[in-house]
């Protein structure tokens, strides 16, 4: 009996010990004053990334829009190898000095639609935590399929993937979920009408 209490105790501790790594990763990420840009090109930030961000912003989101200081503390590429001529180039990361200012620079990318910097499609996301990022990368597969069948859809915070079929809203935190609805649900559906995602592999 007293083993049993033992076992109970140190799965009710370890259970806690998960709950409180969540709280702490959930407070971390909703206090980020960092954005995370992909596609601009290597090397176009040249020797003063800092000063080079707030001319991208400018430049992206119009004049008009753009606060006279842009409160940028630091900016610089992710921490990865140089990629090779013709590879994707590597992320930017901007921190703020204001989270307020980094939430009104999101806003307003999200606005703009689709962003284009020198001929270059590039894409503004909040820059999140490790762990909360391979948890919407658990979607990836879902999304390719989801923008392959025309269907709009997009990521709540934290991992939430939210898309309509005919005007129903469907919310997943579950990739496998996700995919389990989309393959036996939607996408034969939409199979079964000639010239929607006749072309599409379920």
């Not at 959930?26 to 020797?47: F, H, K, Q």
């Not at 639609?113 to 658990?138: C, M, T, W």
């Amino acid at each position: 009996m007293l083993q049993i209490r033992r076992i109970w105790k140190m799965l009710t501790l370890k259970v806690r010990l998960v709950q409180i790594r969540e709280k702490i990763d959930d407070l971390e990420n909703r206090s980020r004053r960092n954005l995370r840009i992909i596609g601009i090109p290597e090397g176009a930030e040249g020797s003063q990334p800092t000063l080079f961000m707030g001319t991208f912003f400018a430049e992206l989101l119009g004049a008009s829009n753009f606060p006279s200081s842009p409160e940028i503390e630091r900016a610089h590429r992710a921490p990865a190898p140089k990629p090779q001529p013709g590879a994707q180039p590597r992320p930017m990361l901007v921190h703020f000095l204001s989270f307020q200012v980094k939430e009104e620079y999101l806003r307003l990318s999200r606005q703009q639609g689709q962003l284009l910097y020198k001929n270059s499609r590039v894409h503004i996301f909040p820059d999140l935590s490790a762990d909360l990022r391979n948890r919407r990368n658990e979607f990836k597969s879902v999304k390719l399929k989801l923008h392959e069948a025309g269907l709009k859809f997009r990521m709540q915070y934290p991992a939430w993937l939210i898309f309509s079929v005919d005007g129903t809203a469907h919310k997943f935190d579950s990739a496998a979920e996700a995919s389990s609805f989309l393959n036996t649900t939607v996408l034969p559906a939409l199979n079964a009408v000639p010239g929607t995602a006749s072309n599409l592999q379920v």
